[in-house]
């Protein structure tokens, strides 16, 4: 099994001596297998996201705790991770910085040196992935919430990441926006971990299950069994899903 | 004038300001000019009476802001009337610009004439957030409404003070977000 992301004794308290976020976690993530971080608010799922990316800690620690495709985190290599773990945040107006769809989607490869006509195929096929054809003149604040989360996916597939972090990607979505954007998922290949509430997308999407309570991992295991633990499930302020109700864990 | 070259139309409207502001510090005939050239290009580019007006006024309080200044200095008032005429008729100027031309094609176009780039970046975020800003503080404003139940006027203020406060917040929250999110795709 290829590992596309490798986490070994994470931890993580809040500036100055804050709270503490991520308690010794550690999980790894298959190449082409699709992960779902669960837990209640406040419980680091977003703080766990941000350290994948190399966001956080302020400083990368001198000790590596999170490896990318075999390749340790550290300060040297932080621009070669950012450009392998694409991060979607939750709010796609935090995301979408530039006057136009083509200028956003084209401001990560920038950052690692394309220009030209190199830039622009990759911005067009970059769209075209997302299902945004023809959208590089249309400025971002004219958008639908649907669009400007696609625009934001755009963005950081034109990174060409191996790993896609994606940070409650169907929240604010209606029902036809929300099975858009599941479908649209469903197609990329590669490993993706996402952080929701939207628990019918886990069933649909995920294989696999990591609940965080407090900044702890209380559970990891395959979705369905997993999800069907309403014992579990109701401790660490979750629900069994709807699709679940009837359903045998083991098929 | 909307298909006119970008490079055009932004090298015309600088020379147009420069030339103004150059013009004798009292009202003068030489005024005329750049009035003339901004009332024969207004038709051709079709910018609506309104759209003028309304901006014009916003810019009218650090206009008139500014112009009073001049009255520290002796014999001020054709001083403060040229500053006014002036500043006014550079914002025409610049209004017209930004009718016919959007402003992601200004910006590509400054950025081809090597303007710095914090002010590009600057320039654009600032497009890119005024209408979340102005949409985030309608919804602030709309909250507040729904629970407001009196009509004092000191009540109003204060609310109004409250609102500007936690816009103020919002914004610095949302600015590190952005921040965030632009390092993600590896700006540093």
Sequence with gaps: MNTAIEVRGLSYHYPPKGRLALDNLSFSVAADECVAVLGPNGAGKSTLLLHLNGLLPERPPAVPQIWVGGEPLTADNLDRIRQQVGLLFQDPDDQLISATVAEDVAFGPQQFGLDGPVLESLVEHSLQLAGLPGFQDREPHRLSHGEKRRVCLAGVLACKPTVLVLDEPTSDLDPRGRRDFKRLLQSLPGAKIIATHDLEL??????RVLILDQGRLVAQGATVPLLSDEGLMLAHGLEKPHSLLHRHPHG | MHRLSPRIKIAATFLLVAVTMGFPRHPDALYWLPALVLLVLWPL???????????????????LGIAILTLLAPESTPVLLSAIIKSNLCVLAMLLLIWTTPFHE????????????????????MYRYLPVLAEESARMQRARASRT??????????????????????????????YLAMCARGWR
């Design chain 2, 149 to 178: 139940f009196q009509r004092k006027r000191g009540f109003v203020w204060k609310n109004l003070s409250g609102i500007i406060g936690r816009l103020f917040i919002r914004s610095a929250d949302r600015a590190e977000r952005i």
């Design chain 1, 202 to 207: 886990v069933v649909d999407l995920c294989s």
């Design chain 2, 45 to 63: 580019a079709r910018m609506p009476l309104g759209f003028a007006l309304r901006r014009l006024l916003m810019a009218e309080f650090f206009i």
């Design chain 2, 106 to 125: 200004i910006l590509g176009e400054l950025r081809r004439w090597r303007f710095p780039a914090v002010m590009l970046t600057t320039l654009a975020l």
